[in-house]
C-alpha cells in the first residue's frame, strides 16, 4: 500500500488521531493533487466537514469512509479517509491506486504541511465519525535510517520553511527517514508538536529509554511513541520553529525547516543545532 506514495508519517501532526501512531498521512507526490486509494473496497459514505478557519485554506473538508476488502491486512476493517475532495460517492466500488478525487488543504493543515491523505482504520462496529479511537498501525515496510550532521544547503522556500538537499537518499525507491542515535528513525515534528516518533527500530526496550539526535538528547521514548523534551531548534545559530520528520523514498528527500519567522534562500548555506532550552551556547548541542 505504501509504495503507491512518496512520502508518509505516522506522527507529524498535532491532532488526537495521530497520537500512538493511529493515524497514517499519505503525501502522493509526484501524482499532482490526485488521490490515489490506499485501499479497496466499497465507499460507505462521503460526507462534508467544517474545517478549522485559516486564511489559507477551504472552509470545508471531506471524509470519506471505505469499507475494506484489501490489502489481506485491513479486510473486513473501515477505512477513514480525510482530505481529499471526492469524486466517488457511496456504493462505488474502488480498487487500490484508482483516484478518490483531487487532494484539500484543509484548515487541519498547518501552513507549512505539503497535501495529503490522512488515513485511519477501524473495526466495523465502532463510532467513524469521531477524530479519535482508529486502530494502531504496523509498518509493512523497511525505513532505513539516514545519519545527518545537521549541514545543508537551501534548496526550496516558502513562507513558512525551507528544504535542504541533506541528507542524500542513497537508494531512491526505499522508504528512508532522519536516523536517531542507536537506531530508529525519527519521524513528527521536533519539537513544534508534543511528540513524534521512533520507527524502524530493531531493539525495543522494556520501559522508557532517552532518544538523541547526533548526542543531542530530544525525548524519551515509550516503544515507538516518543514525547519530545524542551528543547529549540537553532539554524545557522537563531531559533526556528522546528524540523519536520518524515519517512520518504523519492530522490529529492531533505530535510525542512519549519520557520514561518525566518526566511531562507535557496543556495543558502544552514547549520541546524538543538540544545536543551535554557541552555547557554556553550553548552549546546550540536548536529556535528
Not at 30 to 45: F, H, R
Request: glycine share 12%.
Amino acid at each position: 500500500m505504501l509504495n503507491r506514495y512518496d512520502r508518509f508519517s505516522l506522527y507529524n501532526s498535532p491532532y488526537p488521531a495521530h497520537d500512538e501512531g493511529c493515524a497514517i498521512d499519505l503525501y502522493p507526490g509526484s501524482d499532482g493533487d490526485v488521490a490515489p486509494a490506499p485501499v479497496s473496497g466499497t465507499v460507505l459514505e462521503a460526507k462534508t466537514v467544517r474545517a478549522p478557519p485559516k486564511p489559507y485554506a477551504p472552509e470545508h473538508d471531506h471524509l470519506l469512509l471505505l469499507g475494506c476488502s484489501a490489502p489481506e491486512s485491513v479486510a473486513g476493517l473501515v477505512a477513514r479517509i480525510l482530505h481529499v475532495e471526492p469524486v466517488v460517492e457511496p456504493g462505488d466500488e474502488v480498487a487500490i491506486g484508482d483516484p478518490l478525487g483531487s487532494l484539500v488543504h484543509a484548515g487541519f493543515f498547518a501552513p507549512w504541511v505539503d497535501d495529503h491523505l490522512h488515513v485511519g482504520f477501524r473495526s466495523a462496529d465502532q463510532n467513524h465519525h469521531r477524530a479519535a479511537g482508529s486502530l494502531r498501525i504496523e509498518l509493512a515496510v523497511d525505513v532505513r535510517p539516514l545519519e545527518w550532521d545537521g549541514r545543508g544547503t537551501v534548496v526550496e522556500t516558502g513562507e513558512t520553511y525551507a528544504v535542504l538537499d541533506a541528507p542524500t537518499h542513497p537508494n531512491p525507491g526505499v522508504f528512508a527517514g532522519i536516523a536517531a542515535d542507536g537506531g530508529g528513525v525519527l519521524d513528527g515534528g521536533l519539537a513544534h508538536y508534543d511528540g513524534g516518533g521512533l520507527l524502524a527500530r530493531e531493539d525495543r526496550a522494556d520501559g522508557p529509554t532517552a532518544v538523541a539526535l547526533d548526542g543531542a538528547q530530544v525525548g524519551t521514548a515509550a516503544e515507538r511513541t516518543v514525547a519530545w523534551d524542551d528543547v529549540v531548534v537553532t539554524a545557522n545559530g537563531e531559533p526556528i520553529t522546528g524540523l519536520s520528520l518524515f519517512c520518504a523514498r523519492d530522490a529529492d528527500f531533505g530535510v525542512k525547516l519549519v520557520c514561518p519567522e525566518r526566511s531562507f534562500e535557496c543556495g543558502q548555506e544552514v547549520q541546524v543545532r538543538v540544545r536543551v532550552r535554557g541552555c547557554s551556547e556553550e553548552k549546546e548541542s550540536t548536529l556535528e
